[in-house]
């Protein structure tokens, strides 16, 4: 089916600002029935978690939910889910719970792809104890990662790799089975940072070979907050440093204090906000998922085929770095002669928000040796018009005053 994108922007009252929102890796815009689960949640009769009373049981109905609709979405057991604050934090957390495992003379292995959130945790964890540091590259040129680094990074002391499963700034999308199956041949876990990759695929995180898999529904039309999704199993032996009384449940030990029932019920709306964007679509709700996202999908390639298109008419004043074969539709991008943050201000002028920076993406960042650069990234209610308008206000820029 083809995406409906006039009736799946009427869902979403921002759009009516007239902005053309390409700052979707940073956080896309939210869709009304997440912000009313979010109200619903908070103004119902809401307690502690509990079977004795109706708000009792509302709390613990909400948690259910929620990891029943990331499971389906994440491709595991409801049992696997982990809430936090964010994907950083996650990833804080268990890089504090991984390495209290680790020994001198172990290795880990980081990605010079890679969100800074999926490499300073890591780094400083094995500096904490001892445990030495390998890393992955890739190819400034084609954007790719380079396999052969990796397979000179492993070794029978690697204990973890850590990757992503798509670049926010390049969108590279890494051969992340091959990349899983050689971390598993020499014994380590992988940890993929999916906070990217979950806003434009659809994750099957044992078909991906991912022993840990994050990501942010914020990312993808929910609330801000992060999910860690694993095998139930595999998190029964991780020890958390944890308060006496509360549980030692997986996997509810993972999760310190209060849970926010607010936000666990905005993101499981926005769950079932993604699988019923095909209307067509009916089976389960993975399945539903699956159909959804892949007309999600159809959609964005066309329109990130468009933007390239677009650019390549600019000509070679344009320098375009995400050029990996497989990759999301977000383009990183500069103008030769101008700063990447006046291209921002300008589009800005127009209501066309594409954000100019690092992104946290500090590796990625001096490996192209960028200060800054302007990244374009679509999401599933970007329309036609809007990459036009954005095109056309890259015409427009780049006939400015050149920077000196």
């Known amino acids: 089916m083809s995406l409906d994108v006039t009736a799946l922007r009427a869902h979403f009252p921002s759009l ?16 009304r029935p ?28 909400v948690v259910a939910e929620f990891r029943a609709a990331f499971g389906d979405l994440l491709g595991v057991p409801a049992g696997g ?25 172990d290795e880990i292995v980081v990605s010079r792809l890679d969100h800074d959130s ?29 396999l052969e680094s990796y397979e000179r990074a492993l070794s029978s002391r690697t204990r973890l790799v850590a990757v992503t499963a798509a670049s926010n700034v390049l969108g590279t999308v890494p051969p992340l089975r091959r990349i899983a199956d050689l971390a598993h041949d020499a014994g380590a876990l992988l940890y993929v940072d999916g906070v990217h990759y979950a806003a434009h695929r659809l994750v099957d995180v044992p078909a991906l070979g991912a022993d840990l898999f994050v990501c942010s529904p914020y990312k993808f039309l929910g609330p801000h907050c992060g999910v860690l999704a694993a ?10 440093d944890k308060l006496v009384p509360s549980t030692d449940a997986v996997p509810e030990r993972f999760e310190f204090g209060t849970l926010p029932y607010e936000m666990l019920a905005g993101a499981t709306a926005a769950v079932d906000f993604l699988a019923g964007i095909d209307p067509g679509a009916g089976g389960t709700r993975r399945e539903r998922l699956a159909r959804s996202l892949a007309s999600v999908h159809e959609h964005e390639t066309a329109l990130r085929q468009r933007v390239e298109a677009g650019l390549r008419g600019l000509g070679d004043v344009v320098t375009l770095y995400s050029a990996a074969v497989d990759r999301t539709p977000t383009l990183l991008l500069n103008v030769a002669g101008r700063a990447a943050r006046d291209a921002q201000a300008f589009l800005a002028g127009r209501d066309v928000l594409a954000p100019a920076g690092s992104f946290y993406a500090y590796e990625p960042f001096v490996a192209l040796k960028l200060d800054a650069a302007l990244r374009v990234g679509l999401a599933p209610y970007n329309t036609i018009e809007e990459i036009d308008r954005l095109i056309d206000g890259l015409s427009s820029w780049t006939d400015g005053p050149v920077q000196r």
């Open 81 to 105: 889910i982990v809430h936090g604050r964010s994907a950083t934090q996650l990833t804080y957390d268990f890089s504090r719970h991984l390495a209290g495992t680790w020994r001198a003379g």
């Open 34 to 61: 997440v912000a009313e689960a979010i109200v619903a949640t908070m103004t119902g009769p809401l307690s502690n978690r509990g079977a004795v009373s109706v708000s009792e049981r509302n709390a613990e109905r």
């Open 231 to 240: 095998s139930p199993d595999l998190l029964e032996t991780i020890r958390p």
């Open 16 to 31: 009516d600002s007239g902005l053309a929102f390409f700052d979707g890796p940073g956080g896309t815009q939210t869709p």
């Open 118 to 146: 999926n490499v300073r945790p890591w780094i400083q964890a094995a500096e904490r104890v001892g445990v030495t540091v390998r890393w992955i590259d890739f190819d400034t040129t084609t954007a790719e990662i380079d």
